[in-house]
């Protein structure tokens, strides 16, 4: 059997040469390659492509790159969580590329497999779309997306074994699984490192012919940034919001495989009991999503979407991002519950580009937007100068088209069908003309 050779970090580093295109793993700061990214951020080396989901956090990770201005394109799905990406973008000090985050984890994992691309609903409609070959395939319009491949990878394992064989940790796997197998140099940090053999075979995630260099390297709090403690700001949620959140949980079933967004779906887990049988599903890599600890953070607890640790239900499992994704297009997610921007009588959905803001971050929207059986938009009715977000048609750019099944505000409950916007019930208090003045959209009551 090949023994991978070990290396320090810093040996490490100086096998990627400038102007590489190099795929970096992890989900905010968990599973990223941290030890290797700060030994990068000490050479020279620099002109870097970087594909990544995110780029880590001000001076953290990828972020320590950016400072040092390694980094000329970055490509990956959400980079509006680091201030420090997002002007550097706006200034020209950086190009970027923005791609729905299950595109993205497919397109990694075709180009592993030596696939060219493939065809996908998500995006159909919106701003990715345009300029893209697309079809209709079994009645749908799809979109193409290439393959991506890379010139280096840099991964993070828990454990590995002298074969270059990797175990990852809970919701480490992320998209370091698919990232093994797209690049030409693969570089593997872990926390431990193994002699040969000592990892059953039935436990391994990376086959060791993937891995061409380990490094070990201890995981300290500080790597782990804002996810290395539960933050509790003991602020008590907006009663207009917790009673939309309330609502929203009405509509959920005993045995529903649920995906909850940022925002007002964030509090519905709040309110979700065991009684309810209700399993929650996080596109980073988990099912069975519990609520969040009293104390620790992600060295002893998975994270969710949003980044913070939560505990793990009895039952749960972990995967990788791409097999996330594939659970989400393939119909295995039963409800998506998300915030919005604004909604149309159509059905279209806005809830990923803000005005005025740079366009920097798509995340998962649109591919649970397009893949779940049911999507349920909670949000307020109107925006904070009293000028309306349910509207004849959207103005800021589409998340998915015609995608919304139920839409929950403070004020009133609407169905979509068939293209038509329905009033199923109004919030206790509201007038039916307070509601009709307030929506710009035409409904049927």
Not at 310 to 334: E, K, Q
Not at 421 to 441: S, Y
Request: proline content about 5%.
């Amino acid at each position: 059997m090949r023994r991978v050779p070990q290396m320090s970090a810093a040996e490490a580093a100086r096998l990627v040469k400038s102007g590489a295109v190099m795929m970096v793993g992890g989900f905010g700061m968990t599973g990223s390659p941290v030890h290797l990214l700060h030994a990068l951020a000490e050479t020279d080396a620099r002109d870097f492509t970087v594909i990544a989901n995110n780029i880590g956090e001000p001076g953290l990770g990828g972020g320590r790159m950016l400072r040092n201005g390694q980094i000329k394109k970055v490509i990956g799905s959400y980079f509006t969580s680091n201030p420090e990406v997002v002007a550097a973008a706006q200034s020209g000090a950086i190009d970027f590329e923005l791609m729905p985050q299950g595109s993205m984890a497919e397109a990694i994992r075709a180009g592993g497999a030596g696939i060219g691309g493939f065809y996908t609903p998500t995006a159909a409609g919106t701003v990715f779309a345009e300029g893209a070959d697309t079809r209709d395939i079994d009645g749908l319009t799809q979109v193409f997306v290439p393959g991506l491949r890379a010139d280096v990878a840099l991964i993070r394992a828990w454990r590995a074994d002298g074969a270059g064989n990797l175990v990852y940790r809970r919701t480490e796997q992320n998209f370091n699984k698919a990232m093994a197998t797209a690049a030409d140099l693969v570089i593997a940090e872990a926390e431990e490192i193994l002699p040969m053999g000592a990892l059953h075979p039935d436990q391994i995630h990376t086959s060791g012919n993937y891995v061409d260099v380990l490094v070990e390297a201890k995981t300290t709090l500080a790597d782990l940034g804002t996810s290395a403690d539960i933050r509790s700001s003991g602020k008590a949620p907006d009663p207009l919001r917790l009673g939309i959140a309330r609502r929203a949980l009405a509509e959920l079933k005993a045995g529903d495989v649920v995906n909850l967004g940022i925002g007002i779906p964030t509090l519905i887990a709040d309110l979700i009991t065991p009684e309810h049988g209700i399993i929650l599903h996080t596109e980073n890599g988990m099912l069975g999503v519990g609520p969040a600890p009293e104390t620790g953070g992600a060295m002893d607890y998975p994270v969710n979407a949003g980044k913070q640790p939560v505990t793990a239900l009895p039952g749960s499992s972990y995967f990788d991002s791409a097999d996330s994704f594939a659970m989400i297009r393939g119909g295995h997610v039963d409800v998506a519950v998300m915030g919005g921007l604004q909604v149309d009588q159509q059905g279209n959905l806005a809830n990923w580009a803000a005005p005025g803001k740079p366009l920097l971050g798509v995340g998962g929207a649109m591919d649970l937007a397009g893949g779940a059986k049911r999507l349920i938009i909670t949000m307020l009715h109107s925006k904070r100068d009293g000028s309306p977000k349910i509207l004849p048609q959207c103005t800021l750019p589409l998340t998915a088209a015609a995608a919304v099944d139920l839409l929950i505000t403070e004020l009133a409950v609407f169905a979509f069908e068939a293209g038509e916007m329905r009033l199923v019930e109004l919030m206790p208090g509201v007038a039916l003309d307070e509601l009709r003045a307030k929506t710009a959209a035409d409904f049927r009551s």
